[in-house]
T-cell receptor
Framework: DGGITQSPKYLFRKEGQNVTLSCEQN?????MYWYRQDPGQGLRLIYY???????QKGDIAEGYSVSREKKESFPLTVTSAQKNPTAFYLC????????????FGQGTRLTVV | GQSLEQPSEVTAVEGAIVQINCTYQ??????LSWYQQHDGGAPTFLSY????GLEETGRFSSFLSRSDSYGYLLLQELQMKDSASYFC?????????????FGAGTTVTVRA
C-alpha cells in the first residue's frame, strides 16, 4: 500500500541531544513537508521540499534541519538549538509543488526530558 | 506569506448542521482545502475548492468566495464520529513560495 511512514511513533531524548525523525513515502510524490503541532494548536510549517536536493524554510525553521537526497525520504533533525522541541511532528507529501491534497504520516511524538 | 483564521471550537448535537468559517490572506492562491484530524491521529484531506462556489461530498460541503477571501466547511447530519479538529489550508502560488499553510483548527464536539 502506498503511503507515508514516520518512525518512531514515540521518541524520548535528553535535553541537549540532537535527534532525527524519519519520513519515507512510496507515493512517488515530488513535494514533502514537515509540520509541528503543539497541544490544541494548528500545524506550523517547519521545512518543505519541492524536489530532490532542494528545500525551503517554513515559518518556524530555527533549531531544525532537513535533507532531501532521495525523492522518497525527507528526514528532520531537531537540534539542541531548538528551545522547546517537545511536540507532535507530522510529515506530509503532495504529488507536485502546486497540489493541495496532502497525505500525512501518523506522526512522531517527541518528548525531551 | 499566508495567514488563516477560523473559530477555535464549535459544539453541536447529533443530527445538527455545523458551519466552520475560514478567512485567509495569501500572496497568490491555488485554492482552499479542508482537513479533518481526530485526536492523536494524522490529518486527512476532506475537500478542495479552486473556484468560487459549493463543492459537495456526501454529508460535507465546502464553499469558497475568492473575492471575499472566505470559505466554509459545512457538516450536515452530524454524527458522534465527526468529533474532531478541522483545518482550512491554502497554498501560495507566488514564485518560490509554495508553502502549504494551515489554520489553527476548529475543534468540533458532537453531543448526543
Amino acid at each position: 500500500d502506498g503511503g507515508i511512514t514516520q518512525s518512531p511513533k514515540y521518541l524520548f531524548r535528553k535535553e541537549g541531544q540532537n535527534v532525527t525523525l524519519s519520513c519515507e513515502q512510496n507515493l512517488n510524490h515530488d513535494a514533502m513537508y514537515w509540520y509541528r503541532q503543539d497541544p490544541g494548536q494548528g500545524l506550523r510549517l517547519i521545512y518543505y521540499s519541492q524536489i530532490v536536493n532542494d528545500f525551503q524554510k517554513g515559518d518556524i525553521a530555527e533549531g531544525y534541519s532537513v535533507s532531501r537526497e532521495k525523492k522518497e525520504s525527507f528526514p528532520l533533525t531537531v537540534t539542541s538549538a531548538q528551545k522547546n522541541p517537545t511536540a507532535f511532528y507530522l510529515c506530509a507529501s503532495t504529488e507536485g509543488a502546486g497540489d493541495t491534497e496532502a497525505f500525512f504520516g501518523q506522526g512522531t511524538r517527541l518528548t525531551v526530558v | 506569506g499566508q495567514s488563516l483564521e477560523q473559530p477555535s471550537e464549535v459544539t453541536a448535537v447529533e443530527g445538527a448542521i455545523v458551519q466552520i468559517n475560514c478567512t485567509y490572506q495569501t500572496s497568490g492562491f491555488y485554492g482552499l482545502s479542508w482537513y479533518q484530524q481526530h485526536d492523536g491521529g494524522a490529518p486527512t484531506f476532506l475537500s478542495y475548492n479552486a473556484l468560487d462556489g459549493l463543492e459537495e461530498t456526501g454529508r460535507f460541503s465546502s464553499f469558497l468566495s475568492r473575492s471575499d477571501s472566505y470559505g466554509y466547511l459545512l457538516l450536515q447530519e452530524l454524527q458522534m464520529k465527526d468529533s474532531a479538529s478541522y483545518f482550512c489550508a491554502v497554498r501560495g502560488s507566488a514564485q518560490g513560495d509554495y508553502k502549504l499553510s494551515f489554520g489553527a483548527g476548529t475543534t468540533v464536539t458532537v453531543r448526543a
